[in-house]
């Protein structure tokens, strides 16, 4: 309802004053506890607005946080990204407590308030609202009688010497009419003149009624407004209210006032201005560059110990700090090539050795004082291992053997897939060419059948 207030633009008919009219005051009562309601439902749906977005701040920073840590990010740069991340479950949180702020607190003060400002009747409406209509019942009744009295009077009156006015129209009609006898037109005027008299007594009656109705009007004035004060002093309770249920509301939308929210968004930009290229690049060339240590390959002497092949139990025993990677691969040109499982074991030399034990191995030679001898046994094994069908699969980068028992190949070539990958990385596999050998694993994938 809007209005301003001016009651200037009120007619008479309309005014606080007429019978009836106070109804508008009362209908006030009522149309206070329904804007009740309605306050509570507006910030009631802004509780779920809140809520909804605190859950969709959760979800997008796990969602992210699972990103920037699998991707290639690195660095404080990285931590500065995650940092956006923890912003946002911290203002989830925040905006999770303004939920439960406007849903709960908010919402039942209003309640409270409500249902002690309005008392429901057995028979419908609110106490309230009928104290009011009866006292502007009471304070009217005594006027409004008056008011009818002086209306039936008024209405007398006019009635009267509208019966005049017509009794002087006949009697002049009359008078100049030469066919009218004298007694007719005597007629006339003896009823213009009864007319006359009977407009005069109406008149003492209507002035005498509103006589006694000016004589009502402050008293009636007095009991309306005595009653009228009442219902703005109830109206002035629920408009202050109001007011501070809003200012308790704008309280706590205003996070930026909140400790908290201004340490997450410091938080924030210290996190980013930590953030360090000449650091992060230092940490890239000392852990993929050439920062890195190198175990540079030395002449060593032979020794039947060093011919031997090492088992597969073996090498998984080997210390991580005597193994060091080889930097033997070709790229292709096709971007990031991975490291390739080829291992150098510092303290007994270097074994290129594939992943079968001495059980295992086809290429099995016994040293024996000197004398390397090859049963029959191999060759049988060498020819079952050619005629053995394999997985297709596909060079997905170039690769150079550095050792007679591995194969060489161009990234697009086709081989078989002889054996499962062991535990250092390597497969079996053979060549179109017939020749078999080993190679990293993940330097292929299978053929699509």
């Avoid at 009502?216 to 109001?242: G, H, I, S, W």
């Avoid at 390959?297 to 990677?325: C, D, H, L, M, Y």
């Avoid at 060079?395 to 190949?409: N, P, R, V």
């Amino acid at each position: 309802m809007s209005s301003n207030g001016d009651v200037s633009d009120l007619s008479s008919s309309d005014s606080f004053w007429e019978p009836g009219n106070y109804k508008r005051t009362v209908k006030r009562i009522d149309d206070g506890h329904r804007l009740c309601t309605e306050l509570v439902t507006c910030f009631q749906e802004r509780a779920k607005i809140e809520k909804s977005y605190a859950l969709q701040l959760s979800d997008w920073a796990k969602r992210w946080r699972g990103v920037v840590e699998k991707g290639p990010q690195y660095g404080t740069l990285e931590k500065a990204w995650h940092a956006f991340m923890q912003a946002a479950d911290r203002l989830s949180e925040l905006h999770t407590e303004l939920r439960e702020r406007l849903a709960s607190e908010d919402s039942e003060k209003m309640r409270d308030w409500q249902k002690n400002a309005f008392h429901k009747q057995m028979i419908g409406g609110f106490r309230e609202t009928k104290d009011a209509d009866d006292g502007f019942r009471k304070a009217q009744k005594p006027w409004v009688r008056k008011l009818k009295e002086v209306e039936s009077s008024k209405k007398s009156y006019h009635q009267a010497r509208k019966e005049e006015w017509t009794a002087l129209t006949r009697e002049t009609h009359a008078k100049a009419d030469p066919s009218k006898s004298q007694e007719e037109v005597r007629k006339f005027s003896v009823r213009a003149e009864r007319c006359n008299q009977e407009a005069e007594k109406a008149k003492e009656r209507y002035t005498k009624a509103l006589e006694e109705l000016n004589r009502c009007n402050p008293r009636y004035m007095e009991d309306m407004e005595q009653v009228f004060d009442l219902t703005q002093e109830a109206e002035r309770k629920r408009l202050r209210f109001f007011k501070e249920v809003l200012l308790d509301i704008h309280t706590h939308l205003d996070l930026s006032a909140k400790e908290s929210f201004k340490n997450l968004y410091l938080d924030l930009g210290q996190t980013i201005r930590a953030a360090n290229d000449a650091e992060d690049l230092r940490w890239w060339r000392n852990t993929h560059g050439p920062g890195m240590s190198m175990n540079w390959p030395q002449f060593e002497e032979w020794s039947p110990e060093a011919s031997r092949t090492i088992s597969r139990k073996e090498r998984g025993g080997n210390s991580e700090e005597n193994v060091v990677t080889l930097t033997n691969i070709v790229s292709s040109g096709r971007g990031d090539v991975p490291p390739s499982p080829i291992t150098v074991d510092a303290g007994r030399g270097k074994d290129y050795s594939s992943d079968w034990s001495d059980e295992e191995s086809p290429k099995k030679v016994l040293a024996v004082n000197g004398v390397g001898e090859a049963d029959d046994k191999e060759e049988e094994e060498e020819e079952e291992e050619e005629q053995a069908e394999g997985v297709p699969v596909r060079a997905l980068y170039d690769y150079t053997g550095q050792e007679s028992d591995e194969l060489s190949f161009k990234a697009g070539d086709e081989l078989l897939k002889l054996g499962e990958e062991d535990e250092q990385g390597w497969c079996k596999g053979r060549l179109r060419s017939g020749q078999v050998g080993l190679y990293p694993a993940n330097y292929v994938q299978v053929i699509a059948s």
